[in-house]
Structure formats: structure tokens, C-alpha cells
């Protein structure tokens, strides 16, 4: 049978990584033009070590879409609306592989290996090299940038079903609001 | 540790008349590095110096006649990024423009087993002078001769990294030093 909604667990994962997303995001736009001070190295390190979890949470994530079906969407949507969606949505699930994938491999490239919590060393899969590093600087900003304006995107779609096409597009992704 | 230095100075003198291996009296620059690593928040990240002398006047058969010495230049520092560079050559750090350079002296050198030995010295750096202590290996090689040693360094007993630095949460307190000499016979 077709559920009407997202299960609780996608509905936890999707706001949960919103959250975390969001953080990120404003994270890494305030940290990289600190001054070198300790406060600096540690906000780096909890933002890598938040990106690996944001990788982990979204390998989860798209587990659990394969495995429970997300709801249809309306069928009064057009056909070609129901493509930019599905292709929209396909685009922020890559982004959110890709962008901390570049922020590790960046990292190693810049010659700091990615400790998980200090604890747990990532390896590195490249050598320090500078022009690699900058490179790879400018793709996770680039691709952050992307994903900034997909979510803008994201969102605004979500309050247009809402409140101009009143369906449930958005209800569906709130565990407390039925329409 | 005095009466040990005796000991190894008169073991020396008592090796003398039967020593035959050559003496090595200097240091390849283009095959030596001093190198290190230190831990930011748990990472190991490396670095190295890139300009430094070395004096060494070192025979196997006499250990206790060597002789070691280094003025290392701090601003040569590669401490793994651009703005790492510039920090250290900071007040907090280095002091460069106060403290140009880094010494040590050796006051010792004793065996500890085949191609072993320890040097001791006065290491010093930021006007502060602490005694160390370094195990390093000999390996001739005909006319030359690989020395790799390595000791571990305190930067807070030599003020290395003060102020909000000071705390070794972010920058631990101990700095994994490892020198690499390539020494040559006297002709």
C-alpha cells in the first residue's frame, strides 16, 4: 500500500540533515577567512567531523529511501513539474555525497588528515599538494554555493504547494501536520 | 650521569690505541633534513627546516671525543601551511625577529649497542637552554656514513607557542623531532 506520508524516519533524517546542513554551511562561510588562532583549528575540526557525519547520515538516508518508498507526488502536478522534482531532488542527494567528499579529499590535499572526533583517522586518499588543495577549496565552495541555491529552491517549492496549490507536499514532511 | 660520562670517556681513551675506523668530521647538507611532526587537535601534521648547519666531528671507535652542533634558521620553517609559516614566526611562537636561530651543543655522546648511540646537549631555543637527550643510529658506509635519530621536544620548555597557545588541547606540548645526516670521512 502507498503511504500518504514520510515515515518518521525520514522525516527525522530530512530535518535532522537541515539542521546540520544549515550549520554547516554558515560554519564554512564564517571560518574561512579566521585569522590562525587555536579557536580557528578547533572550529575546523568540528566542522570536518560534522561534514563525516553529515556523509554517514546521508549514506543512511538514501538506505532508507531504497528501502521505504517515498509517497507519490500529487498527481494534479504536471508531468513535466514531476520531472524538474524528481531530477531536483536527485541533484541534492549528490551534492550532499559530493560536498564533503571534495571537503575531505581538500583536507588531505592541503596536508591535514581528517581525524574523526581526534580519534578515528579518515585516510588520506591524496598527497599534500598545493594547486590540488586550492583547487579543491574552490569545488567545495563552488558546489556549497550550488547546493545553497537548490535548497533556497527546495524550500520555496515546498511553501508554493502549500499555500498556492494547497496539497500536501510540505504536510507530508511534518510528522504533526495533516491536511 | 657525570660519573657515566667518565666512564664512557675513559672507556674512549682506553679504545684509542686499537681504533682503525675513520673519522667523520662533516655533514652533507643536500642529503641531511630536520624534520618533525606535532599533533593539532589529535592530527599529526609534518614539517621541516630548511636551512641549517651541522657540525659533527663523530668516530665510532671514539665516541667519547665527538662532537656535535647546530644552529638551525627558525624562519626557514615549513610547518605544513602558509599561515602556519607566518604564525610561528610570531611573538607567540619563535620570536624570530628576537630569537633568530635554534642551537644545540652536544656535551656527550655515549654508545648504547652496535651502531646506537645517545648524544646529550644543550639545546637552545627562544633565549631558554634545556639539556636533551637524543638516541640516534650510525650506519658507515665506506667513506660515508647515515645518522637518523629522533627525541621528542616540549615546546612549552621553551615558551614555543604562548598566550591562547599555551593550552596543549589545540597543539600538543610534545613535538616529535627527527634528524637525517648523511656525514662524511675526513679526506
Redesign the interface.
Known sequence: MQESRYTLTAIALHWGMALLLITLFAVGFYMHEL????WK??I??WHKWAGVTAFMLVLIRLGWRIAHRPPELPWSMPKMMQLGAHIGHAILYLLMIAIPLSGWLMSSA??????YF??LPIPDLLEKNKELGDLLRTLHMSLNYLLAALVVGHAGAAIKHHLIDKDDVLARMLSWCAR | MKNRVIAVLLGGMALTPLAQAAEFTSIQADKSSLSFVYK???????GHFKKFNTQFTFDPAKPANAKASFDLDLASIDA??E??N??VAGKDWFNTKAFPKATFVSTGIKPLSTNRYEVSGKMTIKGRTQNIAAPFTFNPQGNAAIVDGAFVLKRADFAIGEG??S?F???ANEIQIKFHFLANAAK
Open positions: 585569522p590562525l588562532s587555536p583549528l578547533q575546523y575540526s592541503k596536508g591535514f588528515q581528517t581525524v581526534g580519534v | 593539532q587537535m589529535g592530527v599529526p601534521v609534518d605544513g601551511s599561515e602556519a607566518d604564525e591562547s597557545w593550552d588541547g589545540t597543539v
